[in-house]
């Protein structure tokens, strides 16, 4: 098989596709996002406990906590959605590796 053949072009284009795993950012930001609205979440319980009028404050951060959470659901369901597309696209990319024979070791071997 020439270097010509357009299952050559496919695979360098899933290889370029492949080479930046979108998913693992939305995850990082996911976790980031979910740590940082625990953290928020409870600033605002101490605030709800320790207020001895209406606590405006407690309030402001307890929307910012829930503001992150939603945030970082949204990251992961992204993420999510990102990975199955990546899992397809390795999947397709091994069986054009086994279509042309790049890891078939008797491909190598002289005659």
């Known amino acids: 098989m020439s270097k010509l053949d357009p299952s050559w ?3 360098e284009h899933l290889q370029k596709q492949l080479e930046s795993r979108q998913s693992i950012l939305h995850f990082a930001k996911a976790g980031v996002a979910l740590l940082l609205s625990l953290i928020i979440a409870g600033a605002a319980a101490k605030l709800f406990w320790d207020s001895v009028r209406f606590p405006i404050l407690g309030v402001l951060t307890s929307v910012l906590s829930m503001s992150l959470a939603i945030y970082a659901l949204r990251r ?3 993420g999510k959605r990102f990975l199955r ?3 397809e696209q390795f999947e397709s990319l091994k069986a054009l590796r086994r279509r042309l024979r790049i890891d078939d ?3 190598n071997l002289p005659g």
């Open 9 to 11: 072009e496919e695979f």
């Open 105 to 107: 070791p008797s491909v």
């Open 85 to 87: 597309r990546e899992l």
């Open 76 to 78: 992961f369901l992204s």
